[in-house]
Antibody, heavy 124, light 104 residues
Framework: QVQLQESGPRLVKPPQTLSLTCTVSGASISTDSHYWNWIRQPAGKGLEWIGR???????DYNPSLKSRVTMSIDTSNNEFSLRLTSVTAADTAVYYCARVTEDSTGWYESLDFWGQGILVTVSS | DIQMTQSPSSLSASVGDRVDLSCRAS??????LNWYQQKPGKAPKLLIYAASNLQSGVPSRFSGSGSGTHFTLTISSLQAEDFATYYC????????FGGGTKVE
């Protein structure tokens, strides 16, 4: 069974950098039919896609966060990471990592496995 | 960017009711639309992919329809465990989610 687990500091001071890692088990991170995502959810609010990273290292980011986000992938340890710089209280949220997979046609993709989420609070 | 709009933001329903949730895209996304269910304190769970395909293990009372800019998630007979928040997500370009519909 595929499992994803977020880890990292749960409290970050502004305007420092938020750093999280997602460790994947039960599947290799080095597959062309998947890519790896970060999504966040402020308390009581909806889901916000942060960005994605492919095995090749190619990334795409949400335009609203692009200037502050960096993602990386470590295939040897089967994990990928998120860095968000210059954080403010508005970055307080539950952060999820999730896998996108293709369907049998190869045309359609969906977020099929998610981590449990980690609450990161930005406060001095 | 593609904007996703869900309506209503919340709805009140009873066990056994048929429930229809709406999701609209700001531009044509063909069938690149997925639906997720989220319960409090839990990660979202994939219900429907490619607009109308039921994810493995999801009860058949859930169904999805639509293409282009208008999509619907239908729960044919609401069960107690279905009280949750539902999100649509487009996958045509970089991902984006609707604001969610809470079924209570």
């Amino acid at each position: 069974q595929v499992q994803l687990q977020e880890s990292g500091p749960r409290l970050v001071k502004p305007p420092q950098t938020l750093s999280l890692t997602c460790t994947v088990s039960g599947a290799s991170i080095s597959t062309d039919s998947h890519y790896w995502n970060w999504i966040r959810q402020p308390a009581g609010k909806g889901l916000e896609w942060i960005g994605r990273i492919y095995t090749s290292g190619k990334t795409d980011y949400n335009p609203s966060l692009k200037s502050r986000v960096t993602m990386s992938i470590d295939t040897s340890n089967n994990e990928f990471s998120l860095r968000l710089t210059s954080v403010t209280a508005a970055d307080t949220a539950v952060y999820y990592c999730a896998r996108v997979t293709e369907d049998s046609t190869g045309w359609y993709e969906s977020l099929d496995f998610w981590g449990q989420g980690i609450l990161v609070t930005v406060s001095s | 960017d593609i904007q996703m709009t869900q309506s209503p933001s919340s709805l009140s329903a009873s066990v056994g009711d048929r429930v229809d949730l709406s999701c609209r895209a700001s531009q044509n996304i063909a069938r690149y639309l997925n639906w997720y269910q989220q319960k409090p304190g839990k990660a979202p769970k994939l219900l429907i992919y490619a607009a109308s395909n039921l994810q493995s293990g999801v009860p058949s009372r859930f169904s999805g329809s639509g293409s282009g800019t208008h999509f619907t998630l239908t729960i044919s007979s609401l069960q107690a465990e279905d009280f949750a928040t539902y999100y649509c997500q487009q996958g045509l370009m970089t991902l984006s989610f609707g604001g969610g519909t809470k079924v209570e």
